[in-house]
């Protein structure tokens, strides 16, 4: 994978979710473009966030440490906010990466989705990004061009069957964004939300048959399967200071199989 550049040398970034393939692209384009970055991720994977952050550094020009944080910790996130202050100085972006997908168990019908799922579902995508949100505001306030990039998904504009609470968790994803945006933009903190196609990762093919993939690839107006590779510029570039005067928007990146 060729790593795009941009103007991130020296921005200290909180990035959540960093041991999933996505995450990974986005932290070894980060720390290449000379970034700082709090890799964070759920304590029971500290052992590969170590190895990555490692490896990160190994390859530079930026640094990495991790921070075992479960966003569903209120305590936790704050910890993991104050590990940026602490190893860099400050805060500048942060990337709310961080979902749960993977461990969704399979399709089921809404029908015979539980209240236990939907809440767990809602409790790490929703409320988990948003107390995110919250224990970094007041930093990227300070830094002057603080940045926020959530993570949603095409379902929460066409849907899908079998998803129900992780596309209504990603649907509010946007409104979230929309409402930081409003209210964080007076402290020069912008808040944008990029939205993945159907990525074909370990986590999409956990879930999706082949035929489903290539079913997804074929529909999108440049014909292929979609990489983590193909969502790191658009982070990049909203995360970094050049994208200072957008904010509260979506930016769907899929290939061309949404179009708004």
């Known amino acids: 994978m060729t790593l795009p550049t ?5 921005r200290v970034i909180l990035l959540t979710g960093v041991t999933g393939d996505i995450g990974q692209a986005y932290l070894k384009s980060f720390t290449a473009a000379g970034a700082q970055v ?7 994977l500290e052992d590969d966030g170590q190895r990555l952050a490692q490896e990160a550094n190994q390859s530079g020009p930026g640094r990495a440490v991790f921070a075992g944080c479960d966003i569903t910790d209120e305590v936790a996130v704050q910890r993991t906010v104050e590990t940026a202050i602490k190893e860099f100085g400050g805060l500048h972006s942060v990337v709310n990466n961080a979902a749960i997908y993977r461990t969704l168990g399979g399709k089921q019908p809404l029908t015979e989705l539980s209240t236990a799922e939907w809440d767990l579902v809602l409790r790490v995508n929703v409320i988990g990004t948003w107390q995110v949100i919250k224990a970094a505001a007041p930093y990227l306030a300070a830094s002057g061009d ?6 949603s998904s095409v379902v929460g504009r066409n849907g899908a069957p079998g998803f129900a609470h992780y596309v209504a968790s990603k649907a509010a994803v946007e409104g979230l964004t929309r409402s930081a945006a409003r209210e964080l933009g007076v402290d020069g903190t912008t808040v944008n939300t990029v939205a993945p196609g159907l990525v074909d990762d370990a986590a999409t093919r956990a879930l999706n048959s082949d035929d489903y993939l290539a079913t997804a690839a074929g529909a999108r107006a440049i ?5 983590p590779g193909d969502l790191v510029g658009a982070v990049m570039w909203l995360a970094g200071p050049s994208s200072g005067f957008v904010t509260g928007q979506t930016l769907i990146v899929d290939g061309g199989g949404v179009f708004v």
């Open 146 to 151: 603080g940045r926020i990039v959530n993570i």
């Open 38 to 44: 709090v890799a964070a991720d759920i304590p029971a």
């Open 223 to 227: 014909p292929r399967a979609m990489t």
């Open 6 to 10: 941009t103007d991130l040398a020296d």
